[in-house]
């Protein structure tokens, strides 16, 4: 599939497709085939079904093989949960992706941060906007699915997720009571009073999606390459997201960097380094 963008910021919006070694591009098309798997049999499975998308690196990946299974189309809407706080530069690429690729967008705005749990720390308590945006999306729209772009290897709470994950109307989970999945078996039938979580990318890595942008030549974030010395790894409302030292400003010297650092993904988001339950009570309550 080839992207028709034509930003001003080449190459750093736009990377333009690259070729690849024969082993990476092997576990790149594993990776893909069951990504796309995973989004044909929800559609084919769950309705109404919608798709989160927060412009970053993952649900961008996601969204490319959405359009890939799809054939060019996306059969579902997508959701922003925008609180308003989002970096000019998201906004922009926003707006021109959903122009290019005719996209059906659906914009979830948040409740303001007074309204939230006064018992969560700041930066936590900024992030539940969306929880409750969800939550209100949820209840208006009657989505029986929503897809995800989260991966396991992002934090730790995240790797007990499922791909099929039931949750309550009001976006309680109950890690504990998850389904089984053996041999890409999954559960898509629920009763009534649940909605169903569904993340085609559990499976990969940040460098794989790193890997997959550059092969696939997918349009990003410039907010992804350095800029004075600094990047962001992981892109949140401007409020609890800072960029961090990196000098990667090409998508090869991220995928260098990411082969060494020891520096976490997360490291620019301001609510992990709050208490240390403050994710997991977060993810409980219907948090992505």
Request: hydrophobic residues 40%; negative net charge.
């Amino acid at each position: 599939m080839t992207a028709t963008l034509e930003p001003e910021r080449m190459p750093a919006f736009y990377p333009g497709r690259a070729e690849t070694d024969a082993e990476t591009a092997a576990h790149l098309a594993e990776l893909e085939a069951r990504t796309i798997y995973i989004l044909r049999e929800a559609y084919a499975r769950v309705s109404p079904l919608g798709m989160l998308w927060s412009i970053g690196k993952d649900s961008n990946a996601l969204l490319w093989m959405a359009r890939k299974a799809f054939f060019g189309r996306v059969p579902f809407p997508l959701v922003q949960l925008d609180t308003g706080m989002e970096l000019p530069e998201v906004y922009a690429f926003r707006d021109r992706v959903v122009a290019e690729w005719e996209l059906d967008l659906r914009v979830e705005h948040c409740p303001p941060e007074e309204d939230m749990d006064q018992t969560l720390p700041p930066a936590t308590r900024a992030a539940a906007r969306k929880t409750v945006g969800l939550r209100n999306a949820l209840a208006r729209d009657k989505y029986r699915g929503v897809m995800v772009g989260i991966r396991r290897d992002e934090q730790a709470t995240r790797a007990k997720e499922r791909v099929f994950s039931p949750r309550a109307l009001d976006g309680a989970w109950d890690f504990r009571n998850q389904p089984p999945e053996f041999w890409d078996q999954y559960k898509t039938d629920f009763p009534d009073g649940v909605h169903v979580r569904i993340h085609p990318l559990l499976h990969w890595s940040e460098l794989d999606i790193w890997r997959y942008t550059k092969a696939e030549g997918i349009p990003v974030v410039p907010l992804y390459f350095s800029r004075d010395g600094k990047r962001y790894r992981s892109l949140g409302e401007k409020n609890i997201t800072f960029p961090v030292p990196s000098d990667a400003s090409t998508i090869d010297e991220i995928i260098e960097e990411l082969m060494v650092t020891k520096v976490s993904e997360r490291a620019g988001r301001t609510m992990d380094k709050e208490t240390e339950d403050s994710f997991e009570r977060l993810r409980s309550s219907g948090y992505m």
